[in-house]
């Protein structure tokens, strides 16, 4: 019995589409960057309950793009002046 070279191009086009879905469906997707946002925030808000929201929206958003946060800046050991030996 002899395939007909249409016949095997879509039996090939369908196997090649079904192992890409399969493919597809394994990977785990990451969590959307609205939902990090929105965890982010909200976290910040309860810990710190005079925090504005748009200062909360700033400070999440500096974090996730991967900027220092006001917080962070603030908690950086300052340098520490030695005093010049008298001579």
Known sequence: MRCAPMT???VLTSVLASAELLAAE????????????ADCM??????????????????CKDQLRGK??????????KPV???K???
């Open 8 to 10: 095997v191009l879509i």
């Open 26 to 37: 394994s990977a785990t997707p990451p969590q959307s960057s609205k939902r990090q946002l």
């Open 85 to 87: 030996p008298v001579s």
């Open 81 to 83: 002046s030695v005093p």
């Open 68 to 77: 220092k946060t006001d917080a962070a800046l603030n908690n950086v050991p």
């Open 42 to 59: 909200t976290k910040r808000m309860y810990s710190d309950r005079m925090l504005s929201y748009n200062d909360a929206a700033k400070a």
